[in-house]
């Protein structure tokens, strides 16, 4: 699923699992993280994410997942937290072009990366509202801090999307491309990057990052959404969600514990 080449001192990362809109599974996040190990030792200057198909990411892979037996904390805490400390502190500039569904983990992808190139016909927010879960990934976070409170839990309780216009104009990401125009953009503000001065930016990245964390309090968040996580999975609505995803179904909630 996970694809990784290297031109011109620049990492190309692409998610392809179109089918299932590149949504990610265990697997998946492993293999993530394998390559950006591997772009790391090859000493990129810099380094693309994006998605092929219909959608950037559409979080996590749950198709196969048992909401009676599901290891949440396995799957965030172990896997995705530590995946996206490791795209966050990437040693050179990081590019995502992100189109279509950009949720959950997708979100926390683009959440970890250096600049995001978004398309106006992209889908941001929190989809948990039809799965008795709470976003994750770093999504509570970056949302009250850009869109404060009462957006942000507007967004979580009536699962609205954002397009990627609206997105950027709320400081979400960094500029909005037409769908056609998207890949080229990123590709060649990669090429711009790796040509420059590679030690300055990382600089200024690090400085960035500092207050960023300090701001946004971005890793203990995703630490506290992780526990939230593991606690709603052992309700009722939790099970009914995925069940009814699963089963390509309306759920029918009942609100208790």
């Known amino acids: 699923m996970i694809?990784?080449?290297?031109?011109?001192?620049?990492?190309?990362?692409?998610?392809?699992?179109?089918?299932?809109?590149?949504?990610?599974?265990?697997?998946?996040?492993?293999?993530?993280?394998?390559?950006?190990?591997?772009?790391?030792?090859a000493g990129v200057r810099a380094l693309v994410l994006r998605g092929e198909g219909p959608a950037f990411c559409a979080g996590r892979d749950i198709s196969a997942v048992d909401p009676r037996t599901d290891d949440v904390l396995g799957y965030l805490g172990n896997l995705v937290t530590p995946l996206l400390?490791?795209?966050?502190?990437?040693?050179?500039?990081?590019?995502?072009?992100?189109?279509?569904?950009?949720?959950?983990?997708?979100?926390?992808?683009?959440?970890?990366?250096?600049?995001?190139?978004?398309?106006?016909?992209?889908?941001?927010?929190?989809?948990?509202?039809?799965?008795?879960?709470?976003?994750?990934?770093?999504?509570?976070?970056?949302?009250?801090?850009?869109?404060?409170?009462h957006r942000t839990l507007d967004l979580i309780y009536s699962g609205r999307l954002m397009s990627g216009a609206e997105a950027v104009a709320s400081g979400l990401f960094s500029q909005v491309f037409p769908a056609t125009e998207l890949t080229e953009a990123t590709v060649q503000a990669a090429a711009r990057a790796a040509s420059g001065a590679t030690q300055a930016f990382l600089a200024s990245k690090a400085l960035v990052q500092s207050l960023r964390d300090e701001r946004l309090g971005l890793w203990q968040s995703m630490s506290d959404e992780t526990a939230a996580q593991a606690t709603l999975c052992a309700t009722g609505d939790y099970r009914e969600g995925f069940a009814a995803f699963q089963q390509k179904r309306k759920p029918s909630f009942t609100g208790r514990v």
């Open 3 to 41: 694809e990784l080449s290297i031109n011109n001192d620049v990492a190309h990362v692409v998610l392809n699992a179109p089918g299932k809109l590149n949504a990610l599974d265990e697997a998946s996040i492993v293999e993530l993280d394998a390559a950006y190990q591997t772009a790391e030792r």
């Open 85 to 149: 400390q490791r795209m966050s502190r990437f040693p050179a500039p990081t590019f995502a072009a992100a189109h279509g569904a950009c949720l959950g983990v997708g979100l926390g992808l683009l959440i970890a990366t250096d600049v995001v190139y978004i398309a106006d016909t992209a889908k941001i927010g929190s989809p948990f509202a039809n799965l008795g879960a709470t976003l994750d990934s770093g999504g509570h976070a970056l949302f009250v801090e850009r869109l404060g409170a």
